[in-house]
């Protein structure tokens, strides 16, 4: 199950951060996930919305440069080693992780991880395999 991840290109300039999420803030939008990289000459701001539609609308109607992808949002444990037994199991069946964040939710002892992965069929073969589902849209309150 894919969830929508927003990427906004940014120009590395101070405050272009508060204008993008307070452009969203106005809208009404509320934003589940966020993660900032960057290099010397721009940033990627990738964030997961409530509304995913809305704010790419929101986003390209005051010019902003954005992609949207799929990612798999995965709940797990939330205990010590929770996170490096998922992924050691990867590294085990040699999924490579592009990138991964967490998201703001925190649900019934369980913590919930974005991933981009290389390889997504083998990925939800491993996850469904170990007891591990993605976890829908829906589950997540996102439209």
Do not use: C
Not at 48 to 61: F, H, Q, R
Not at 127 to 135: A, D, E, K
């Amino acid at each position: 199950m894919a969830v929508n991840q927003i990427s906004v290109f940014l120009e590395n300039r101070t405050g272009q951060l508060a204008e993008i999420t307070g452009l969203l803030a106005e809208n009404k939008i509320n934003l589940r996930a966020i993660s900032i990289a960057e290099t010397a000459d721009y940033g990627v701001l990738r964030l997961i919305a409530d509304d995913s539609e809305k704010a790419t609308s929101v986003l390209l109607s005051q010019g902003n440069i954005i992609n949207m992808n799929p990612v798999t949002v995965v709940a797990v444990p939330d205990k010590p080693a929770g996170l490096s037994e998922l992924l050691a199991l990867l590294a085990d069946s040699d999924v490579s992780v592009e990138y991964m964040y967490s998201l703001f939710t925190h649900q019934n002892d369980k913590a919930y991880m974005v991933f981009r992965v290389t390889d997504y069929d083998n990925f939800i073969q491993l996850l469904t395999s170990h007891g591990l589902t993605p976890v829908s849209s829906a589950e997540l309150g996102l439209k």
